[in-house]
């Protein structure tokens, strides 16, 4: 399946805001409402933080919110501190029935 | 919510592996199930997925004809036994619920996951 396309490396300072895009196409991201993006800290598991492009799962801070215009699907973080810096993966299902993630992007606090 | 995988290891070339994922905390048979797994220093990667009734299974190219997902919902089990291993195949794999029954659309993963190591 083809992968989804996110920058490689976003920074910002603590209390500012960033974006975070993953870009698919009309077979994924575009026609469907399926995106989720995930956080993954070095050296453990992915951690759920959107699904359904703008869902928060209860225990995830309102900073993260999701959004998706058109093929492409962004995360932005608000008030960043530092334990924010991390791994940012997205997913969106597919056309062919499988579920595509991004490169991933590194965040780092300055 | 707890998934805890198990069986992995070191395998040779064309060997085979069953990983185990065991769940607890949640309604078993209402999620959907996946593996995705991360070689190391890259991206996740979607390995395979299954309904909740384990009627219907999904698979990623790169293992289709290699590797079947199943599960046992009397245990609350699922299972992914991996056939003609290649050295690609390596790395972390991880077992997630999904948020629905019918497909794993997003991932939740609640385990450390299991190392699988392809190598002669």
Not at chain 1, 42 to 48: D, M, R, V, Y
Not at chain 2, 29 to 54: F, H, T, Y
């Amino acid at each position: 399946q083809s992968a989804l396309t996110q920058p490689a490396s976003v920074s910002g300072s603590p209390g500012q805001s960033i974006t975070i895009s993953c870009t698919g196409t009309s077979t994924d991201i575009g026609l469907y409402n399926y995106v989720s993006w995930y956080q993954q800290h070095p050296g453990e598991a992915p951690k759920l933080i959107i699904f359904d492009v703008s869902d928060r799962p209860s225990e995830v801070s309102n900073r993260f919110v999701g959004s998706k215009s058109g093929n492409t699907a962004s995360l932005t973080i608000s008030g960043l501190l530092a334990e924010d810096e991390a791994d940012y993966y997205c997913s969106s299902f597919t056309t062919t029935n499988t579920l595509a993630f991004g490169g991933g992007t590194k965040l780092t606090v300055l | 919510v707890q998934l805890v995988e198990s069986g992995g290891g070191l395998v040779r070339p064309g060997g085979s592996l069953r990983l185990s994922c065991a769940g607890s905390g949640f309604t078993f048979s209402n999620c959907a199930m996946a593996w995705v797994r991360q070689a190391p220093g890259k991206r996740l990667e979607w390995v395979a997925d299954i309904n909740g009734s384990g009627g219907t299974t999904y698979y990623a190219g790169s293992v289709k004809g290699r590797f079947t997902i199943s599960r046992d919902n009397s245990i609350n089990t699922v299972y992914l036994q991996m056939n003609s291993l290649r050295a690609e195949d390596t790395g972390f794999y991880y077992c997630a619920k999904g948020l629905s029954p019918y497909f794993s659309y997003s991932i939740d993963v609640r385990g450390k996951g299991t190392t699988v190591t392809v190598s002669s």
